[in-house]
C-alpha cells in the first residue's frame, strides 16, 4: 500500500493529468535504477564515486586513451544491453499511447523506454546502443560489437577504415545535440504539464527545461527520491520510487 500522505499527492498527480492537453516528460538516472542500471552521482553507489569522468568518459579520454575509456565503458555497457524496462518505463509508454504523454525528453543513454514501447523519446545524452566512426563516418548498432564489447581488451572497430568505433553518447567536453535539444525546448514551452521522473536535476542544460515549462505555465509534478531544487515550484512532489508511483497513476488514467 502506498503511504496516505504519497496516496494524496498521487491523486492530485492524477487530477493534473486528467485537466492536461501537452503532457511532456522528463527522465533520470532514477528511472533505470530499478532495471539494473547504476547511476552516476549517488553516494557511494553513483559511478562517479569511483572514476573521475574527464579522465574515462571525456571527448578527450576517447580520443587519447581509448583502451581506458572502454574498460570504464564496457561494465555499463554489459549492463545496459541486458537490462530490461521496468514497470515505471512501461507505464509511460502507455501512457503516450493513451495521449497523456506527448513527448519523452530523457537523459540516460540505455533505450528502455523505446523498448517499452515509447514512440516519440528525445535523448538528450545520446545513446549506448548505437555507435559512430569518426573517420568515415558510418553508423553501427552497439549490439553488432557485442563480442568486442564483452571482451577485455578489445575495442569495437569500423568494419570499413579500422578506426575505433565511438559509442553515440554524449561526452565530456561535447555539446549536447543541436536538434535534440531545440526539440526538448520546444516541448518543454508547449506542456501545460511536465513530469519529472528519477532527476535529482543537478545536471545542466537538461534541468532547465522543467523550469522553463514552470515559467511557459505548466504544472510541475516531480517524483523523485530525493528533493530537487524545484520542489518548491512543483503542483506535486512524490518522494517515491518511480516503479510505485507511475504505475500507479497509469493505472488510475488508463
Not at 532495471?35 to 571525456?58: C, K, Y
Request: charge should be negative; aromatic fraction near 6%; glycine fraction near 6%.
Amino acid at each position: 500500500m502506498i503511504a496516505s500522505e504519497t496516496e494524496k499527492a498521487v491523486q492530485r498527480a492524477i487530477a493534473l493529468f486528467k485537466n492536461s492537453k501537452y503532457g511532456v516528460v522528463l527522465t533520470g538516472a532514477g528511472i533505470s535504477t530499478p532495471s539494473g542500471i547504476p547511476d552516476f552521482r549517488s553516494q557511494n553507489t553513483g559511478l562517479w564515486e569511483h572514476d573521475n569522468p574527464m579522465e574515462v568518459a571525456s571527448l578527450t579520454a576517447f580520443e587519447n586513451h581509448p583502451e581506458r575509456f572502454y574498460g570504464w565503458l564496457k561494465p555499463l555497457a554489459k549492463t545496459i544491453m541486458a537490462a530490461k524496462p521496468n514497470a515505471a518505463h512501461q507505464a509511460l509508454a502507455k501512457l503516450e499511447t493513451a495521449g497523456f504523454i506527448k513527448t519523452t525528453i530523457t537523459q540516460n543513454i540505455d533505450g528502455l523506454h523505446q523498448k517499452a514501447g515509447t514512440k516519440h523519446v528525445i535523448e538528450l545524452h545520446g545513446s549506448a546502443l548505437t555507435m559512430t566512426c569518426p573517420s568515415c563516418h558510418q553508423s553501427f548498432r552497439s549490439e553488432g560489437f557485442e563480442d568486442d564489447l564483452m571482451n577485455d581488451g578489445k575495442m569495437p572497430r569500423c568494419p570499413h577504415c579500422s578506426r575505433i568505433l565511438k559509442p553515440d553518447i554524449i561526452l565530456f567536453e561535447e555539446m549536447l545535440p543541436v536538434d535534440a535539444w531545440t526539440e526538448a525546448e520546444s516541448h518543454s514551452t508547449k506542456a501545460d504539464l511536465f513530469l519529472v521522473v528519477g532527476s535529482s536535476l543537478e545536471v545542466v542544460p537538461a534541468s532547465t527545461l522543467p523550469y522553463l515549462a514552470y515559467r511557459a505555465g505548466a504544472s510541475l509534478i516531480i517524483n523523485n527520491i530525493s528533493p530537487t531544487s524545484l520542489d518548491p515550484r512543483a503542483r506535486v512532489v512524490i518522494h517515491d520510487d518511480a516503479v510505485t508511483i507511475i504505475p500507479r497513476i497509469a493505472e488510475a488514467l488508463l
